[in-house]
């Protein structure tokens, strides 16, 4: 079993930055994909990013990429979201996700319905 603990969400201006951790206990993430999304009242979750166990392969959606960075430290078992750029329509519960014991160290999953465990989520609210 798995337990995702997510941080570092908060009240931001538009134009700044936020750093979001997910950290992971009850077992490691090493062989894990990881991702992210984020859902807002009234709508589906939505993918967000995703990473390899190995870290070596990220996935964005079209809407966050160039702004969002995923990352991973294994070793401290916690996967990390950089957000920059806020804009108001990224206010939302951010999400962390786990799907464990991947064989391939580059595959990547953007769907919510591969993944097997969930955070209870940390909420970036954006003012303008």
């Known amino acids: 079993q798995v337990q995702l603990i997510e941080s570092g969400g908060g009240l931001v201006q538009a134009g700044g930055s936020l750093r979001l951790s997910c950290a992971a206990s009850?077992?490691?993430?090493?062989?894990?994909?990881m991702g992210w999304f984020r859902q807002t009242p009234g709508k589906e979750r939505e993918f967000v990013a995703a990473?390899?166990?190995?870290?070596?392969?990220?996935d964005y959606s079209d809407s966050v990429k160039g702004r969002f960075t995923i990352s991973r430290d294994n070793a401290a078992n916690t996967v990390y979201l950089r957000i920059s750029s806020l804009k108001p329509e990224d206010a939302a519960v951010y999400y962390c996700?786990?799907?464990?014991?991947?064989?391939?160290?580059?595959?990547?999953?953007?769907?919510?319905?591969?993944?097997?465990?969930w955070g209870q989520g940390t909420q970036v609210t954006v003012s303008s």
């Open positions: 990473i390899s166990w190995s870290g070596g392969v990220t």
């Open positions: 996700a786990a799907k464990a014991t991947v064989a391939d160290p580059s595959l990547i999953l953007n769907r919510s319905y591969f993944y097997h465990y």
């Open positions: 009850g077992r490691t993430l090493s062989s894990s994909v």
